[in-house]
């Protein structure tokens, strides 16, 4: 781990953000376009560097393979953006299932109301071609969400804020009316979403290293 490194690429992670956001605010589609194609690299690079699970950073770079296919407004490109972030939640979910914590009965009946409520208003208003993809797709989001869980409240709110991003593309693509500025806050609640996810992953990582670390010290002091 090199922390000085990780430093300065969470910094550059940082600034790209803002750059995105700020030319979404502004109409300045170019440097949206380069902005966020350099987001989830960046996070990746900034994971790798703190000793990320190799999960962590699959589920990123198909995050970014995601947002390179939306940036085109083709239904084939949508289709092909959706199945890489369906895969990038399912290595959220095989990494979450590493973390022993006993479910909770009322979080999964909340995630899957939730889900039953978005699938069935939605389904009326999405072309026909998209409705069992998006509603495959939104049960593997929930289940990422839920599992998020697992890891405190820093990756459940990164669950919660995936789902609501995810939730205001659907609502555009089933026309539904829009937030001023949509895409701002589609991105910045998926920023937000990928940044929590990432602390809520390598948080407890470091924690436990630091314990082992800690643990050979003593160890080895000890006569």
Known sequence: MNP???????????LTAAV?????????DSAHRIAKALLMPLLAAHAGVRGAPRLLLAALLLGWCGDLALLSDADPAFLAGMASFAAGHVCYLVLFRRTARARDARLVLAYATALAVLVVLLWPGLPAGLRVPVAGYSLLLTAMAYGATRL?????????????SDTLIATGVADWPQLPKAAFWIMLTYIAAQFLLVRGVLGPLAARRATVTAYGEVRSTTP
């Open 20 to 28: 995105d956001l700020l030319s979404l605010l502004a109409g300045a």
């Open 152 to 164: 405190g409240p820093v990756a459940a709110l990164g669950g919660i804020l995936f789902m609501l």
């Open 4 to 14: 000085r490194a990780a430093r300065v690429l969470l910094v550059c992670f940082a």
